[in-house]
């Protein structure tokens, strides 16, 4: 196989008359991978959110059961992925098949949809309950780290802000179409957990049938060896590069360098500021003993907040991609501290609700994928996956602890001291966070800069810089 470049092509050669030919325009597209594994999040999303919509209803309607058991459920909800997420990301790492994992992760969600068609009290849906976040916590981070490895360095939390769209597409229309069918088939559950059940299984398909199966740590091994030649050295001792057929084993898994020092700068704000993250559910009580609207609206703040992130995700990909991914993440808590601010007011109506939820939508869209970005930029090839799983564990864990700390806040307080409470040590806690990650951002070059750099990274190659080959893409 011909040696190549950082680009995929050798360098060019002097034109006649000593100039060089006009380099390659950067590309600016997203990986049609990336948008595959958007497809399946959306039709994922639509299955499991149009479940967790009519979830309160379904529990203590239909089975009778009390509001604690339901709080039970809830804190499922909210905390089991984060007991499986960094084992689904070692799972990864470990056999460089992510893809695979994610697959096994969005396969045990499908079998949870239909396990709740025969469940019939707490504990039958309790059990699938978990069964469901359990899988999400499988296949979060393998999905992470293959958006990494198909992005382009420059363009990666636009990637994510592309998938994250998509994501919340879904996250949006699941509500709306479970509220549609209770409104034509009034206590029509089964029939929500059937038409989520068909969504999960085309979602299973669409990953296993077109999503290709990304090797990060493959591609970076390859892209160490071959590029030797280009640089004018010899091949390193026992180099199988040219060997056909051959999968080179990678760079050893190590748990030491899933944690490098750019990582645990990454790990120690984002866990920080998560300690000051309540839940969405108890903003939206907020605004609802504030404004005291029909409690029938109440699940159409979710569908607000959802629309502002998807409205939000892409462009603000873009400019944590020029303006500096860390710093993005820190002013997307910002956002959440105006938020706290916005439902605390003693005075409010409809223009501070909706300025709380399209506030929200700003920190979900700063935050989510971009913290991803983050992480998968400064992690190595080899522990991606387990990076990544391990940020999103520190946060999920750490917003556990942080709504239950808030609802004895609230029991001791009151609405709006707490919240004002909550506010302020975010206020504190937002500058000591800064200054832990202010030194992982690079600048990146603007766009309209007059020569692109040659050695620019194709949208078909990984986020490590190695050029993969047709077997690869398939």
Excluded at 283 to 312: E, H, I, K
Excluded at 396 to 418: D, I, N
Excluded at 423 to 432: C, K, Q
Aim: proline share 6%; glycine share 12%.
């Amino acid at each position: 196989m011909t040696a190549s470049t950082r680009s995929g092509s050798l360098p060019a050669e002097p034109a006649p008359g000593g100039t060089r030919p006009p380099r390659a325009a950067r590309s600016t597209r997203v990986s049609s991978a990336v948008v595959t594994l958007g497809i399946v999040s959306l039709l994922t999303d639509i299955s499991s959110e149009s479940v967790a919509a009519i979830l309160p209803l379904y529990i203590t309607a239909a089975l009778g059961l009390s509001t604690i058991a339901y709080g039970f459920i809830d804190g499922i909800l909210q905390g089991a992925s984060a007991l499986v997420r960094i084992a689904g990301g070692w799972a990864a790492d470990r056999g460089d098949h992510p893809k695979w994992v994610a697959f096994v992760g969005y396969g045990l969600s499908a079998v949870s949809r239909a396990g709740l068609l025969l469940a019939s009290g707490f504990a039958g849906v309790a059990a699938m309950i978990t069964v469901d976040r359990l899988g999400k916590g499988i296949r979060t981070a393998p999905r992470d780290a293959m958006i990494t490895a198909a992005s382009e360095p420059r363009t990666l939390a636009r990637s994510f802000g592309v998938h994250r769209t998509l994501d919340t597409v879904g996250a949006t229309l699941g509500p709306l179409i479970a509220f549609a069918i209770l409104l034509v088939i009034p206590n029509g559950y089964h029939t929500v957990f059937v038409v989520s059940l068909g969504f999960a299984v085309v979602g299973l398909a669409v990953l296993g049938l077109f999503a290709p199966d990304l090797r990060p740590r493959r591609a970076a091994w390859l892209e160490k060896h071959r590029t030797r030649e280009t640089r004018g050295l010899p091949s390193c001792k026992g180099c199988s590069c040219g060997v056909p057929g051959l999968v080179p084993a990678g760079r050893p898994f190590s748990w030491r360098s899933a944690a490098n020092p750019a990582v645990r700068k990454v790990l120690l704000a984002v866990g920080g500021l998560a300690l000051l993250t309540v839940g969405d559910g108890f903003v939206y009580l907020s605004l609802q003993a504030r404004d005291g609207f029909a409690t029938q609206w109440f699940p159409l703040l979710y569908v607000g907040t959802n629309l502002a992130y998807m409205s939000l995700a892409l462009p603000i990909g873009r400019l944590a991609d020029r303006w500096g991914r860390a710093r993005v993440l820190i002013v997307g808590h910002v956002a959440l501290l105006a938020a706290y601010l916005s439902a605390a007011v003693v005075l409010g109506g409809a223009w501070t609700t909706l300025v709380t939820l399209a506030l929200l939508g700003v920190f979900y869209a700063a935050t989510d994928g971009v913290l991803a970005a983050v992480v998968g930029e400064h992690a190595d090839a080899s522990v991606r996956g387990t990076a990544i799983g391990t940020a999103q564990t520190v946060v999920a864990v750490a917003r556990m602890v942080s709504a239950a700390g808030f609802g004895f806040l609230w029991y001791g307080l009151g609405r709006a001291p707490a919240m004002l409470v909550v506010a302020g040590a975010l206020a504190i806690a937002l500058p000591f966070a800064y200054r832990a990650v202010r030194g992982l951002d690079t600048a990146p070059p603007p766009d309209d800069q007059g020569e692109e750099d040659e050695t620019a990274v194709p949208s078909d190659a990984g986020a490590d810089g190695a050029p993969r080959s047709p077997e690869d893409r398939s």
